[in-house]
């Protein structure tokens, strides 16, 4: 199983949070990975953080070995599918968020958050909390 890493979940490890660190050692290399978006949420938070280059560094520590999936035409057709969707049932979530769960669906992936209520509407997706 492919477990696709939230930010939220990322920012936590960062500031120290050695369960979470442990889950995510323990996995296959493999079986880790992020998305572009999340990728792009690390970056913006470290160049807006009061020790910019560090953070930089450790965002660039962190996810050095930690597959980016593409955001391919695939996960392009599937995000305009479940954002048509969602607007017509008048659940719309944030497009970062919905472009994140449809890269990790349209690479078989589970998103791993702490905010499932982000992703919940987003049919197919698996998510779990850790």
């Known amino acids: 199983m492919r477990y696709c890493i939230d930010t ?4 936590d490890i960062l500031w120290g949070d ?3 660190r442990t889950k995510i050692e323990t996995l296959p290399p493999e079986h880790v990975c992020i998305t ?3 990728l792009a949420e ?3 938070g470290a160049h807006l953080a009061k020790r910019q280059q560090e953070a ?3 965002v660039e520590e962190f996810t050095h070995s930690i597959e980016t999936l593409e955001f391919s035409e695939a996960a392009c057709k599937t995000f305009g599918q479940r954002y048509a969707e969602l607007a017509q ?3 719309l979530t944030q497009e970062a968020d919905l472009m994140t769960g449809c890269i990790a669906l349209t690479h078989n992936a589970t998103l791993v958050t702490r905010n499932v209520k982000d992703f919940k509407n987003i049919r197919g997706l698996s998510v779990v909390t850790w």
Do not use: R, T
């Open 8 to 11: 939220n979940i990322i920012i």
């Open 18 to 20: 050695a369960s979470l």
């Open 36 to 38: 572009p978006i999340i």
């Open 42 to 44: 690390l970056f913006k």
């Open 56 to 58: 930089i560094k450790l």
């Open 89 to 91: 049932q008048g659940k």
